[in-house]
């Protein structure tokens, strides 16, 4: 009983998402969607095809659990959010303690980090729309004073084991990452860089749900440019209707389609 009321509160919750982000949008891209699957890209933006959610009836028990974690992922994203807004309005609007009144050095250092969360971006010319996690502009080092660095985050939650493919025993930089995550950090990046006229890093902050470890790792700049030729294909194939089935593209990985809400519309075959 439980287990089934949750799921029609997630059904709700996404349909009230849904509703706020994309009604009315449907014929943009979703900057999340990159490096996915083309033809779920086809079929959201191009054809905007919309397909109601699946009963909880009408899923397995492991399908029922990764709706789950994918909530999880997303209450974690708004309290570390949540946390990002609260440090802007301790040190950049003086909502100080006495402790705090005493530590001006400190204090001067961090007032000069501001933090935006949640900010929406379109890229027009690619068709592209979405929506990053952190934004930070900082002005904390002298030099940076009159043109703060700009420093982009993608928050990205991932299970235990999940977490041990990409931080083998012994390492703290990622071994296997997913070359979907580094293509949508920079889509959000080229839509930054054209707002500011900069920027000067990106990074994803990974956090373990099982262990609560939270690690930062960056990706170099030039996956921007990776980020436009992409998404540039991606128009280009689109133009010539629905793209054909090719592991790699379409989907980018086997294990992706029973888990997409197309899949009895597209049909993919068995890889």
């Not at 961090?110 to 900082?138: A, M, Q, W």
């Not at 002298?142 to 928050?155: A, G, H, R, S």
Request: hydrophobic share 30%.
């Amino acid at each position: 009983m439980f287990e089934e009321i949750y799921h029609d509160y997630l059904l709700h919750k996404i349909s009230v998402n849904t509703e706020e982000r994309y009604k009315g949008k449907e014929g943009w891209y979703h900057a999340s969607g990159a490096g996915l699957c083309s033809r779920k890209l086809y079929y959201q933006s191009v054809e905007k095809l919309q397909v109601p959610p699946k009963k909880f009836k009408d899923l397995d028990a492991k399908k029922r659990a990764y709706k789950r974690q994918a909530r999880l992922g997303v209450e974690i994203h708004e309290e570390i959010q949540s946390s990002l807004l609260l440090y802007n309005n301790i040190y950049n609007n003086n909502i100080l303690n006495k402790k705090e009144n005493k530590e001006n050095n400190k204090k001067e250092i961090k007032e000069k980090l501001k933090f935006i969360v949640e900010g929406e971006i379109t890229i027009p010319s690619l068709n592209v729309r979405g929506f990053y996690d952190v934004l930070l502009l900082d002005a904390s080092l002298p030099e940076f004073k009159d043109k703060p660095l700009v420093k982009l985050y993608d928050i990205k939650t991932m299970n235990g084991y999940k977490w041990a493919r990409h931080f083998p025993r012994g390492t703290r930089t990622p071994v296997n990452e997913a070359e979907n995550y580094r293509l949508q950090l920079a889509t959000y990046g080229i839509a930054i860089k054209e707002e500011y006229g900069n920027l000067d890093y990106i990074a994803f902050i990974y956090y373990n749900i099982n262990t609560q470890t939270m690690r930062e790792s960056s990706i170099p700049l030039d996956y921007l440019e990776k980020a436009r030729r992409y998404w540039y294909s991606v128009n280009e194939e689109h133009s010539k209707g629905v793209p054909e089935f090719r592991l790699g593209t379409s989907p980018a990985e086997k294990w992706v389609c029973n888990y997409c809400d197309f899949k009895e519309y597209c049909k993919p075959p068995i890889f």
